[in-house]
């Protein structure tokens, strides 16, 4: 893989893109709790704006990006993200920065995140074959780690240090060089419509894993019927696959509890343990190289323990780690450390339960459907995260921020738990094969 110039140029660009991301995911919340003095409520209503896109766009990037090159939906998500935090920085030069202007700024970045998110996934199965697909996750989702271990950090130092504006412009740098690096892309990176005779293609295993897709010639045209027509079909194969269902229910479970448990622990942190911008961002940065440890650990446990196995176990393991968090007080060394070590342990639990599922749900998805079922599960999963960010900043104002802390935290222990009754804890240690199983 890393001898392909087209690999390498997609992990280059999906890192950097990724570093862009998790800078502005701390820089917005912190410029409207630290510059602007928002409160619980506000912090809420802004983290849920810039998750509404999932809610709304996922399904309709899964039907985009099926049909049309992913080179060409990431390049463009990034321009379009770059220009949303440059005009951040713009009226925040200006002297009017605003909360309307982050809520606008989130929104944008959000959606354009859908897209390039559920881009890359699909590019990866163009670009290698189907036995190196867990590697080709590690590879990714660890350069997704390592902008976790900078990201935090640069954006909490920047909103702290410097200025709001800089923050901006440093993200809108990042998603600049993204695109610089996918726009090379020249092979792969997306299939045709599929015909009659890719259908008859898919009944050869062996040619089909082996030989490269070539990118199509020409945009499809774009037909609203058409586009939902898609999206039905994509939401019929992840509903009718138990193991897909199951990853849907238990990714809602875990992506609605972190919502509202992230929305209250960003107030937790400075307001409850008083701790400064920049121990802020460290803590949050911890969990980077957790899970730069976890996309490592997913290429070998698996494998050795068995999916189904990973799977449970160390979703109950990184989730349950958050439990410890309510128990702190003070801005102590000690503090700071416990927190970095929940991180740590979170973050790396976490990456390898997200490395497990996307290897599985790869493997069970024909190439003409992954776009479709990334998204589906994107939206099920990740649907209900403005619900929950709304919930967090609910809870926060109504309960205070520690017995808040406690609840929401207790809450992403369902996951495991819809995990542990489905199909997904029976899955081996090789994964199956979508083509095996239509046979």
Excluded: K
Aim: charged fraction near 15%; aromatic fraction near 6%.
């Amino acid at each position: 893989m890393w001898r392909d110039r087209d690999f390498r140029r997609l992990w280059v660009g999906q890192t950097v893109s990724q570093l862009g991301e998790h800078t502005t995911l701390v820089v917005l919340p912190l410029c409207a709790v630290l510059t602007l003095d928002a409160g619980a409520g506000e912090l809420g209503v802004l983290r849920a704006v810039g998750q509404a896109p999932i809610l709304l766009l996922s399904l309709l990037a899964g039907a985009w990006v099926d049909r049309w090159r992913t080179r060409t939906v990431m390049v463009l998500a990034d321009v379009g993200q770059a220009l949303a935090l440059g005009a951040v920085a713009v009226t925040g030069l200006l002297g009017a920065l605003r909360l309307p202007a982050l809520l606008v700024a989130g929104f944008a970045v959000g959606a354009l995140s859908v897209f390039f998110d559920v881009a890359y996934q699909s590019s990866l199965v163009r670009l290698v074959e189907r036995d190196q697909l867990v590697r080709g996750n590690s590879a990714l989702e660890g350069s997704r780690s390592a902008a976790q271990i900078a990201g935090p950090a640069l954006g909490g130092a920047l909103v702290s240090l410097l200025s709001a504006p800089i923050a901006a412009v440093s993200g809108a740098l990042l998603f600049a060089l993204s695109c610089l690096s996918i726009r090379r892309l020249r092979r792969g990176e997306s299939l045709p419509e599929p015909t009659r005779e890719r259908s008859q293609r898919l009944q050869e295993p062996t040619q089909e894993c082996s030989q490269p897709h070539p990118e199509p010639t020409q945009e499809p045209s774009r037909r609203p019927p058409r586009v939902w027509r898609r999206i039905r079909e994509g939401l019929g194969f992840v509903v009718g696959d138990p193991s897909l269902r199951a990853v849907c229910l238990a990714s809602a479970a875990f992506q609605f509890s972190l919502a509202a448990t992230m929305t209250v622990y960003l107030l937790f942190l400075p307001r409850e343990l008083h701790l400064s911008g920049t121990e802020v961002g460290l803590a949050l940065a911890a969990t980077g190289p957790g899970a730069l440890l976890g996309s490592l650990l997913a290429a070998r446990l698996p494998g050795r323990f068995g999916h189904g196995v990973v799977l449970v176990s160390a979703a109950a393991l990184g989730d349950g780690a958050f439990l410890f968090v309510p128990a702190l007080h003070g801005s102590s060394a000690g503090t700071v450390l416990a927190l970095v070590a929940v991180s740590l342990v979170f973050g790396t639990f976490g990456q390898l339960v997200n490395v497990t599922v996307m290897g599985v749900r790869q493997a069970l998805t024909p190439d003409g459907m992954q776009g479709r079922a990334a998204a589906t599960i994107t939206f099920v999963g990740m649907g209900l995260t403005p619900l929950g960010s709304l919930l967090g900043g609910f809870l926060a104002d109504e309960w205070g921020l520690r017995p808040s802390l406690a609840v929401t935290a207790a809450g992403m222990l369902l996951s495991p738990l819809l995990m542990s009754l489905s199909p997904l804890a029976r899955l081996g240690r090789t994964l199956p094969d979508h083509r095996l199983l239509v046979d």
